[in-house]
């Protein structure tokens, strides 16, 4: 797998129909064989003319986003970003049921109060972004546990935030099973998550 120009689509950890019935086969191929393809692939078109950031990451590509020249700019932003998010949010479910444990566990507890009030913040976050975005649990410059919500293909990564949790809550990832029903989307949501995933990614975020 390229870890710079030109990417390509990261492969999913599972197949199409194993998040059945809660993530349908159908939704997760065209979500991610269409979906993310095309912004890898208008990734590497836009970084095709622009040599001097071929050998940029992608994190560092949406990391310093706002440091790109403005030719490229909203370009990375958008697609980067797509590509950036959708990586995380396919690898960051599973088929095997889990739950919060260990570091994260503890951490969800101290700052929400409990699991459920944690869900209660989260699911907020996403049914809270108008239109097209991205609900996160991230952590922050003091080591501490943040919910927040970013539009369209934006990262936290540029806001100074390292992913814990990364959701899509755009219309091309819930609507042919859920049509308008977001929250119906988000609870089932919840019952794929990858909290080994996420525990590793907490845990490399503290140090």
Do not use: C
């Amino acid at each position: 797998m390229n870890k710079t120009y030109p990417f390509q689509l990261e492969a999913l950890p599972y197949e199409y129909d194993a998040l059945e019935p809660y993530m349908d086969a159908l939704t997760v191929q065209i979500h991610h064989g269409r979906h993310v393809q095309t912004y890898v692939d208008n990734l590497n078109k836009v970084l095709e003319g622009s040599k001097d950031h071929q050998s940029w990451s992608l994190e560092a590509l949406v990391t310093k986003v706002n440091e790109l020249p403005d030719s490229i700019k909203n370009v990375v932003r958008n697609n980067g970003g797509g590509v950036y998010n959708h990586n995380l949010y396919f690898a960051g479910m599973t088929a095997e049921k889990s739950e919060p444990t260990g570091k994260l566990k503890d951490a969800i507890v101290k700052k929400f109060g409990s699991l459920d009030e944690f869900k209660a913040n989260f699911k907020a976050a996403g049914l809270g972004r108008f239109g097209s975005g991205w609900a996160w649990l991230a952590v922050d410059a003091n080591k501490e546990l943040t919910v927040v919500s970013t539009p369209n293909q934006d990262t936290v990564l540029a806001d100074g935030l390292s992913p814990i949790l990364a959701m899509d809550v755009w219309e091309h990832a819930y609507y042919l099973k859920y049509q308008n029903k977001r929250a119906d989307y988000i609870d089932n949501w919840f019952l794929v998550v990858d909290w080994n995933k996420a525990n590793d990614l907490y845990t490399k975020a503290i140090g």
